[in-house]
Nanobody
Framework: QPQLVESGGGLVQSGGSLRLSCEASGHSFSTFTLGWFRQATGKDRSFVASISRIDTNTLYSDSVKARFTISRDHAKNTMYLQMNRLTPEDTGVYYC????????????????WGQGTQVTVSS
């Protein structure tokens, strides 16, 4: 099974940008559809974005569409989430996840999860 490790989180001011990375090891990276989810304190984990195995399909939540961009580098076994125009509502722990099948916004559709990276956006 793949091991997923997120990085790139931190503290940023409202309107700023961050790029998160998710490095996969232990299994063929290109086998899986990948996704980003986030969880704010006291709230359920929610979908952010997903990218298919061969990058042909992407899916975004309405709240991040046009601000965030998901991508993956097969040579580096790494997925990215470029986050622009951040707001305090984007604060939370960001998780990467992997699944078989196509892009999906459903948490339960993903089998493998990383440990998360904290993103804090100050107002």
């Amino acid at each position: 099974q793949p091991q997923l490790v997120e990085s790139g989180g931190g503290l940023v001011q409202s309107g700023g940008s961050l790029r998160l990375s998710c490095e996969a090891s232990g299994h063929s990276f290109s086998t899986f559809t990948l996704g980003w989810f986030r969880q704010a304190t006291g709230k359920d984990r929610s979908f952010v974005a997903s990218i298919s195995r061969i990058d042909t399909n992407t899916l975004y939540s309405d709240s991040v569409k046009a601000r965030f961009t998901i991508s993956r580098d097969h040579a580096k076994n790494t997925m990215y989430l470029q986050m622009n125009r951040l707001t305090p509502e984007d604060t939370g722990v960001y998780y990467c996840a992997a699944r078989n099948g196509g892009v999906s916004p459903y948490t339960k559709a993903y089998v493998f999860w990383g440990q998360g990276t904290q993103v804090t956006v100050s107002s």
